[in-house]
């Protein structure tokens, strides 16, 4: 378990932890909570259902995006954390994300709903960094990890 905790106190490795929460929560709030503009939970589940997501991966997928920034923002369970939003992120890029190219839609030249996978790309290389860096500075995983 020590390997899961362990940590720098790096104000990096901090960033990055941040970051990663800071724009996954509003994704994982629109899709549990329908804030945001966001669907809410029985929409979300309905969507995966119609694209062929079974309910288990439909309901860790809602897990990751919404409770996963919330325990990268406390620095609890980080890699764990960081792990399921790779995840979220791998998935979308190979079932979705890679038929539509690079880039997403920014001058509305593609039809609407669709966006190539660049974003995912930076969110999987943060997601990687935090699993291999740890949460970094001000986080539980680091303070569990000093008592150990």
Do not use: C
Request: proline content about 4%; aromatic content about 16%.
């Amino acid at each position: 378990m020590n390997g899961v905790f362990r940590t720098s106190n790096s104000f990096v490795d901090l960033v990055l932890r941040l970051t990663l929460a800071v724009v996954f929560f509003p994704h994982g709030a629109q899709k549990a909570l329908g804030w945001f503009g966001g669907p809410g939970l029985s929409a979300t589940m309905a969507y995966f259902a119609k694209a062929g997501f079974p309910p288990l991966l439909a309901a860790l997928d809602i897990v990751a995006e919404f409770l996963g920034p919330i325990a990268l923002f406390f620095g609890f369970l980080t890699r764990v954390a960081a792990f399921g939003i790779f995840s979220v992120m791998a998935v979308a890029v190979w079932t979705v994300h890679r038929h539509v190219g690079f880039f997403m839609n920014w001058y509305g030249q593609m039809p609407a709903g669709k966006e190539g996978y660049e974003y995912h790309l930076l969110a999987l290389a943060i997601s990687f960094a935090v699993i291999v860096r740890g949460a970094g500075l001000l986080s539980i995983d680091g303070a569990i990890a000093r008592r150990k």
